[in-house]
Nanobody, 126 residues
Framework: QVQLVESGGGLVQAGGSLRRSCAASGRTFNSYAMAWFRQAPGKEREFVAAISWSGGSTYYADSVKGRFTISRDNAKNTVYLQMSSLKQEDTAVYYC???????????????????WGQGTQVTVSS
């Protein structure tokens, strides 16, 4: 069982930066691929970025490629999402997720993940 607790959400101006963190409980964090998803009002939850269990592979949605960076620190049981050059369309509730059998190297579906964080709001103002 893994519990995921997110932090680092908030309000930022367009063009600004924000870093999200997701801390995991349990001693098997380094056996899970991790990912970030987001859900804007009235829209379905969509994939943002993923990282393999070792951190050696990452994968991004086209909409954030070159602006967002996912990373992990297995010693701290934490995954990060550094968001830069933020746009208003990045406004959403952001969720971290852990997947037992997902490799972190291809576009995933929600079904690839076993555990989810509670979600925190990121709002980008004009």
């Amino acid at each position: 069982q893994v519990q995921l607790v997110e932090s680092g959400g908030g309000l930022v101006q367009a063009g600004g930066s924000l870093r999200r963190s997701c801390a995991a409980s349990g001693r098997t964090f380094n056996s899970y691929a991790m990912a970030w998803f987001r859900q804007a009002p009235g829209k379905e939850r969509e994939f943002v970025a993923a990282i393999s269990w070792s951190g050696g592979s990452t994968y991004y949605a086209d909409s954030v490629k070159g602006r967002f960076t996912i990373s992990r620190d297995n010693a701290k049981n934490t995954v990060y999402l550094q968001m830069s050059s933020l746009k208003q369309e990045d406004t959403a509730v952001y969720y971290c997720a852990a997947g037992t059998y997902y490799s972190g190297t291809y576009y995933p579906s929600l079904a690839n993940f076993d555990y989810w964080g509670q979600g925190t709001q990121v709002t980008v103002s004009s």
